[in-house]
């Protein structure tokens, strides 16, 4: 006696569905960090994004992109930022969008992570130089934390300094 089995198919729909619910359950996995950084010749800002999947123990960079416009100016500072140690971050990876510099520097002044562009080699060492509108100079140090924010958690609707949240349909 010979059994035959069936031919599996998949529609192009399902096999859609399928890789959409799975890298769903790869970004519920992954944890994301965002680095404010800003050029230091155009002085304009951007983010680099790192990823780290879940039991591992470096981020890697994900995107260098410019940052999303925040409504107030309290919902940019009230975001939450978290000190990590600067050896689990692929740093060396980031280039600036602008000047292509690939070397940052965390300026001591106004705290910004800023790209190398109009920064000096001299014999007396590295001399750094933040983005005009800062205007801080001088020699620098090794960094061994740096800060990170993360990313929104859920959606909030603020009115008279009082956050809602939005409520499920019942079926």
Known sequence: ????????????????????????????????????????????????????????PCYALESVRKPEPQINQGAASSAPTTQYDIRHFALDAVVCPHCGELQFTKCGRCGAFVCDGRSKRRRSGFYFRCAPSCGNEGTIGTLET??????????????????????????
């Open 1 to 56: 006696m010979k059994f035959r089995l069936p031919d599996l198919t998949a529609t192009g729909g399902a096999i859609r569905r399928a890789k959409s619910r799975l890298r769903a359950f790869d970004d519920a996995r992954a944890d994301r960090q965002y680095l404010a950084c800003r050029c230091a010749r155009t002085d304009t800002p951007f983010e680099a994004v790192f990823i780290r999947q879940r039991g591992k």
């Open 146 to 171: 740096i800060e990170m924010t993360a990313p929104p958690r859920a959606l909030q609707i603020t009115l008279d300094n009082a956050p809602l949240r939005l409520l499920k349909p019942k079926p």
